[in-house]
């Protein structure tokens, strides 16, 4: 009988083990493989680094800068240890605008915290994380990460845009070029998965699976760093010597649309823009949109002489007083006229009733056909983010007054690279060209170049040279031409044409705030830019002759000599 | 004299000769215990690895740095207040020999 109980004791012990194995091998094998394998193996996020960001001439203006994050585990601290870590480390970071004892205070909050880990301070340089470990607290580490570093510093800081974090706390470019090319910036991420030890050292001869990260993409702009400095330094003197609100400015190459230069102020520090108010962050040379006055006139001669509906020398019959349309009074900038006067003298005096007369020679089909084909209305497919959608009412919607006043460029809104790519299409014998900031995307060893692209003729190359004449007549007979004699330019043989455009303010013009612009190409036979200054509500005078024209002769100036252009005249 | 000679029945040749069986037992246990060793000193080199690694990674960064503080230097704005505590300004006036 024993023997019995001894053998059913046994038999019951082997199919416990047996169903406990079965439980194990079979159940739950899949659930226990994953467990074992989380305990031997570790797995390492390769960080992909974002792309660099480079001048035209290969200088950097946008790398990644090493710098960690300082975390606390405050599980490992007793309330000693926590206290004296805290001043320690509020000795080392405080900022100069706070007091040691209120980041002290900080660090104690976040490392008396019921948590295992806590983020202390982010964005630590490599020097600073060197001082604080030889400190040698204890429940303190370092996380290495990477901030955006831009040599230039505030330089540039509209084109660029900056890196900031989106809603899963991942790098992410915001506006400009590290918005609208975020996706080959960043990269993608790699993992490195190994066999670890008791120790959690890798262990060489076991398991290892490694999928590389892929880093971002490089960019190669089009942006001159020279131009831009130039630029820069020339609007910066001009914003505060003409006390206006805003100010911005670009320059292109008018053969290929390549963007030379772009600036605006007041702008920011994109390493620091948390720093500045959100509204510095677009850029208003794409986004912003203005009226753009009489810069404006000069398209639309253009369309009429394309059209032949007008030449040079058409007299104005219109031209003896003001001109009432709709029941508006439409008079000149200055109220003085010029009965009989030709077109090039309407351009070289801004004579709006002698654009009314042109306008209307043309006819509001036409001419709304010109707008659009100038590239006025729809994306200008620059490679930057954020750039505005202009819509223009639709054709059936224009009046008599719309044409009118569309013809002199008030009632019709408009972007500066628009307004640049429109006088680009003049100054390169008739093409419309596809702006770009960016000239190649390099990717290891492979280049993609971004070729100019011509979105369409708009203008003959005859008309081209008819109504670039008219601009040169402009700037040497018109109201910036002592600026042009005294800007050091005399001899250069420039085209261009001021822009006083009134502000529309809740339904009416302000006459005391303007925007006051000035747009031209140099030199006017082959251009080797087209430049558009504009400052936006100028104090010491209202006038683009006396405000835009001077930077515009300014920047100019120093082109011609980066360039080694020689004077002509 | 005579020569008895004694015929004994020939025992059979063994194909397999146990000095072979036993060099080739050898051989394999000497490369068990070459690779127990080998495994046990690469396992040791795990920490060696994670030096390298560390050290591979701090030379980047170290590379980084320096790239970028030569990018900060090379700055215009930085070249320009450098060349304006030199004494040296924007050409004023610019005359063209013709």
Request: aromatic residues 12%; hydrophobic residues 40%; charged residues 20%.
């Given at each position: 009988?024993?023997?019995?109980?001894?053998?059913?004791?046994?038999?019951?012990?082997?199919?416990?083990?047996?169903?406990?194995?079965?439980?194990?091998?079979?159940?739950?094998?899949?659930?226990?493989?994953?467990?074992?394998?989380?305990?031997?193996?570790?797995?390492?996020?390769?960080?992909a680094s974002r792309g660099n960001i480079f001048f035209s001439d290969g200088s950097i203006l946008a790398s990644s800068n090493p710098s960690f994050l300082l975390f606390?585990?405050?599980?490992?601290?007793?309330?000693?240890?926590?206290?004296?870590?805290?001043?320690?480390?509020?000795?080392?970071?405080?900022?100069?605008?706070?007091?040691?004892?209120?980041?002290?205070?900080?660090?104690i909050n976040k490392l008396s915290q019921d948590l295992f880990w806590v983020v202390l301070e982010k964005q630590i340089t490599p020097e600073k994380k060197q001082e604080?470990?030889?400190?040698?607290?204890?429940?303190?580490?370092?996380?290495?990460?990477?901030?955006?570093?831009?040599?230039?510093?505030?330089?540039?800081?509209?084109?660029?845009?900056?890196?900031?974090?989106?809603?899963?706390?991942?790098?992410?470019?915001?506006?400009?070029?590290?918005?609208?090319?975020?996706?080959?910036?960043?990269?993608?991420?790699?993992?490195?998965?190994?066999?670890?030890?008791?120790?959690?050292?890798?262990?060489?001869?076991?398991?290892?699976?490694?999928?590389?990260?892929?880093?971002?993409?490089?960019?190669?702009?089009?942006?001159?760093?020279?131009?831009?400095?130039?630029?820069?330094?020339?609007?910066?003197?001009?914003?505060?010597?003409?006390?206006?609100?805003?100010?911005?400015?670009?320059?292109?190459?008018?053969?290929?649309?390549?963007?030379?230069?772009?600036?605006?102020?007041?702008?920011?520090?994109?390493?620091?823009?948390?720093?500045?108010?959100?509204?510095?962050?677009k850029d208003p040379v794409v986004a912003d949109t203005y009226e753009p006055g009489s810069t404006f006139k000069v398209l639309v001669i253009s369309a009429a002489l394309?059209?032949?509906?007008?030449?040079?020398?058409?007299?104005?019959?219109?031209?003896?007083?003001?001109?009432?349309?709709?029941?508006?009074?439409?008079?000149?900038?200055?109220?003085?006229?010029?009965?009989?006067?030709?077109?090039?003298?309407?351009?070289?005096?801004?004579?709006?009733?002698?654009?009314?007369?042109?306008?209307?020679?043309?006819?509001?089909?036409?001419?709304?056909?010109?707008?659009?084909?100038?590239?006025?209305?729809?994306?200008?497919?620059?490679?930057?983010?954020?750039?505005?959608?202009?819509?223009?009412?639709?054709?059936?919607?224009?009046?008599?007054?719309?044409?009118?006043?569309?013809?002199?460029?008030?009632?019709?809104?408009?972007?500066?690279?628009?307004?640049?790519?429109?006088?680009?299409?003049?100054?390169?014998?008739?093409?419309?060209?596809?702006?770009?900031?960016?000239?190649?995307?390099?990717?290891?060893?492979?280049?993609?170049?971004?070729?100019?692209?011509?979105?369409?003729?708009?203008?003959?190359?005859?008309?081209?040279?008819?109504?670039?004449?008219?601009?040169?007549?402009?700037?040497?007979?018109?109201?910036?031409?002592?600026?042009?004699?005294?800007?050091?330019?005399?001899?250069?043989?420039?085209?261009?044409?001021?822009?006083?455009?009134?502000?529309?303010?809740?339904?009416?013009?302000?006459?005391?705030?303007?925007?006051?612009?000035?747009?031209?190409?140099?030199?006017?036979?082959?251009?080797?830019?087209?430049?558009?200054?504009?400052?936006?509500?100028?104090?010491?005078?209202?006038?683009?002759?006396?405000?835009?024209?001077?930077?515009?002769?300014?920047?100019?100036?120093?082109?011609?000599?980066?360039?080694?252009?020689?004077?002509?005249? | 004299?005579?020569?008895?000679?004694?015929?004994?029945?020939?025992?059979?040749?063994?194909?397999?000769?146990?000095?072979?069986?036993?060099?080739?037992?050898?051989?394999?246990?000497?490369?068990?215990?070459?690779?127990?060793?080998?495994?046990?000193?690469?396992?040791?080199?795990?920490?060696?690895?994670?030096?390298?690694?560390?050290?591979?990674?701090?030379?980047?960064?170290?590379?980084?740095?320096?790239?970028?503080?030569?990018?900060?230097?090379?700055?215009?704005?930085?070249?320009?207040?450098?060349?304006?505590?030199?004494?040296?300004?924007?050409?004023?006036?610019?005359?063209?020999?013709?």
């Open positions: 009988m024993r023997i019995f109980w001894i053998k059913c004791f046994f038999a019951i012990f082997f199919i416990a083990i047996f169903a406990r194995l079965f439980y194990w091998q079979i159940v739950k094998a899949d659930y226990l493989q994953i467990q074992a394998e989380d305990q031997h193996f570790t797995d390492v996020k390769i960080e606390g585990q405050p599980k490992l601290l007793t309330k000693e240890q926590t206290v004296n870590t805290a001043y320690s480390l509020a000795k080392l970071l405080v900022p100069p605008d706070r007091e040691v004892s209120d980041l002290a205070k900080e660090f604080i470990e030889d400190l040698k607290l204890p429940g303190i580490g370092f996380e290495q990460g990477s901030s955006r570093f831009y040599p230039e510093g505030s330089s540039s800081a509209h084109i660029l845009g900056f890196v900031g974090s989106d809603s899963k706390s991942e790098s992410r470019g915001y506006f400009g070029v590290e918005g609208y090319y975020d996706g080959e910036l960043k990269g993608v991420a790699g993992l490195l998965r190994h066999e670890k030890d008791a120790s959690g050292l890798p262990i060489l001869i076991g398991n290892f699976f490694n999928t590389d990260a892929k880093n971002g993409k490089d960019l190669s702009l089009n942006i001159d760093r020279s131009v831009q400095f130039i630029v820069e330094q020339s609007l910066k003197a001009g914003i505060e010597k003409y006390g206006a609100k805003s100010a911005s400015a670009v320059v292109m190459d008018p053969k290929t649309g390549a963007v030379l230069a772009l600036a605006a102020y007041p702008n920011y520090d994109p390493g620091n823009y948390t720093k500045y108010p959100k509204e510095y962050f394309n059209e032949k509906v007008v030449t040079p020398e058409t007299t104005c019959d219109a031209c003896v007083g003001p001109v009432s349309v709709g029941g508006y009074d439409l008079r000149t900038w200055d109220n003085k006229y010029f009965p009989n006067t030709s077109m090039t003298d309407v351009i070289i005096h801004s004579d709006n009733t002698g654009m009314v007369f042109a306008g209307k020679k043309l006819g509001s089909d036409k001419l709304y056909n010109y707008i659009e084909n100038f590239g006025f209305g729809q994306a200008s497919n620059i490679d930057l983010q954020d750039a505005a959608d202009t819509t223009i009412r639709p054709k059936t919607d224009w009046r008599e007054i719309d044409l009118a006043t569309a013809s002199f460029g008030q009632g019709i809104a408009v972007t500066p690279i628009q307004m640049v790519t429109a006088v680009s299409a003049i100054a390169n014998g008739g093409n419309l060209m596809e702006p770009h900031v960016v000239k190649q995307i390099k990717d290891g060893n492979s280049t993609f170049e971004i070729k100019p692209k011509v979105i369409r003729p708009v203008i003959s190359p005859d008309t081209a040279k008819v109504i670039t004449e008219m601009m040169v007549q402009a700037v040497d007979k018109g109201e910036a031409s002592w600026y042009k004699e005294h800007g050091g330019v005399a001899n250069f043989k420039i085209a261009g044409k001021t822009g006083t455009a009134q502000i529309p303010v809740a339904g009416h013009y302000d006459s005391t705030k303007t925007i006051a612009s000035f747009v031209g190409f140099a030199p006017a036979d082959d251009p080797k830019f087209v430049i558009l200054v504009r400052y936006d509500q100028p104090t010491a005078s209202i006038f683009g002759a006396e405000t835009a024209a001077p930077t515009f002769f300014e920047i100019a100036k120093q082109l011609f000599n980066y360039y080694k252009i020689v004077p002509t005249e | 004299m005579t020569i008895i000679k004694k015929f004994e029945p020939e025992q059979p040749k063994n194909n397999f000769p146990k000095k072979y069986i036993a060099l080739v037992v050898g051989v394999l246990f000497v490369l068990t215990l070459t690779q127990i060793w080998v495994s046990n000193i690469v396992i040791m080199y795990g920490e060696k690895f994670d030096k390298l690694a560390i050290l591979q990674k701090s030379l980047l960064t170290q590379n980084q740095i320096l790239k970028n503080e030569i990018a900060k230097d090379a700055s215009l704005s930085n070249i320009s207040s450098k060349s304006g505590q030199l004494g040296f300004s924007n050409n004023i006036s610019i005359e063209y020999i013709r």
